[in-house]
């Protein structure tokens, strides 16, 4: 069962990975304006912030492979418009725009559902090594999506890489199908703002967690921005271009595939302060992107980066798994995802005025401060320090891993 999850996943984690490289330059080619990126990627995750409560609590109700299922199926609809606009030559900002935020409001269901899938189709004792094979498939998907997308724009056009990632989520969907119904708990059915309530009231009672989702909501609202943003329009004006930004990119996924070991073996002590201190190295991307290194120091440091960002979630997607009963996980990571995207909208809007106000490599450098000083002052907290690792949970007995 985990065989059929884990292939059609892999393949879905390759085409995401692509598409962030082709609408970049997508927008880039159209309009050469860093503020009409932002408004674009933008635009994908407002209707996220919004839908991801919704999602955990209907991900929490219904059957999870249905809801991704469905997800994947409205994905591949909306990426397949996307790459007909774009290789048309009739697409213009404010459909990239809308076709993001419909792909946006898919993914808010389809996250919390993803979440709660993984101890479904896995025992209880193999849980860290599933999250971390989960975790490897999608870090194998940054050296090679970014890596596929700069050749496919730089020989092709963008829309051809986008054309590519509708197709592997018809892939994801046919998986998903061969999965079969797969057994659950259902959560007590009650109203949809007491089941949010509930959802709540869990991330409340745990300080560390909502400690943690604060951490990672400065990390999305200011350091990813000036990444996804600032990066390419870095690469464009400085480097070479597209071919530049996908080598940057794939080393983000060569530290993150080489630290794989270390996140099948790693079990902290105290893991949460290891979470808190991982996300320093992730902190760190801006400036070392923006402080005009050559390209070679760009990538090394970057893929130290990606090993640092690796091994956190892993270890965050194992504790939450322990730590939070299974009923209610999905709630619990549509929270986390919340926090995750809530300031990503406003982030990115901001970066492309903020660079053009203060200059790129300052912006860039000061998300990184941002960052990196909050990550730490999270994992200095009397909460993240306290929490123990659980061991393994209970659970039914699925297929084993392979």
């Known amino acids: 069962m985990f065989r059929r999850y884990f292939a059609g996943q892999a393949v879905s984690h390759l085409g995401d990975r692509m598409t962030p490289v082709a609408l970049a330059f997508a927008v880039l080619r159209l309009t050469g304006s860093a503020t009409d990126l932002g408004v674009v990627v933008a635009a994908g995750t407002v209707p996220l912030a919004v839908l991801l409560l919704v999602g ?76 971390a094979l989960v975790g490897l498939s999608q870090n194998a998907a940054m050296i090679v999506g970014p890596l596929v997308a700069g050749a496919i724009v730089a020989t092709t056009s963008p829309g051809a890489a986008i054309a590519a990632d509708a197709v592997t989520f018809v892939v994801s969907a046919a998986f998903l199908w061969r999965l079969g119904s797969v057994a659950a708990e259902p959560a007590a059915r009650t109203t949809f703002v007491a089941e949010l309530a509930g959802g709540l009231r869990e991330v409340a009672s745990r300080p560390w967690l909502a400690a943690m989702v604060g951490g990672f909501t400065v990390y999305h609202a200011v350091v990813l921005p000036a990444v996804l943003v600032l990066g390419p329009v870095t690469a464009e004006r400085r480097y070479s271009g597209a071919a530049t930004w996908a080598v940057v990119s794939a080393s983000f996924g060569i530290g993150a595939v080489l630290s794989a070991v270390v996140a099948l073996r790693v079990r902290p002590r105290r893991p949460i302060v290891w979470c ?30 990606g090993a640092s960002v690796s091994v956190l979630f892993v270890i965050w997607d194992t504790t939450l798994a322990r730590q939070v009963p299974r009923t209610a996980l999905s709630r619990v990571s549509s929270f986390d995802y919340f926090g995750s995207t809530v300031g990503m909208p ?47 949970v209970a659970s039914p007995a699925p297929t084993a891993l392979a």
Do not use: C, K, Y
């Open 346 to 392: 406003v982030g990115f809007a901001l970066v492309g005025p903020a660079s053009e106000l203060w200059g790129v490599a300052p912006t860039m450098v000061g998300a990184s401060l941002i960052g990196v000083s909050w990550a730490v002052m999270t994992a200095a907290l009397p909460s993240v320090r306290s929490l123990r690792d659980a061991g393994p």
């Open 276 to 305: 808190a201190l991982l996300l320093v190295g992730g902190s760190l991307q801006p400036v070392f992107v923006g402080v005009a290194l050559p390209v070679a120091a760009i990538a090394v440091l970057i893929a130290v980066s």
């Open 56 to 131: 955990g609590v209907w991900a929490d109700r219904l059957d999870r492979r249905v809801v991704m299922l469905t997800t994947d199926a409205v994905r591949a609809v909306v990426q397949g418009l996307l790459a007909v606009l774009l290789l048309t030559g009739t697409a213009r900002v404010w459909h990239l725009a809308v076709l993001a935020a419909a792909a946006g409001a898919a993914q808010a269901f389809f996250e919390p559902a993803a979440t709660g899938m993984v101890p479904q189709v896995v025992s209880g004792a193999r849980l860290t090594q599933a999250n």
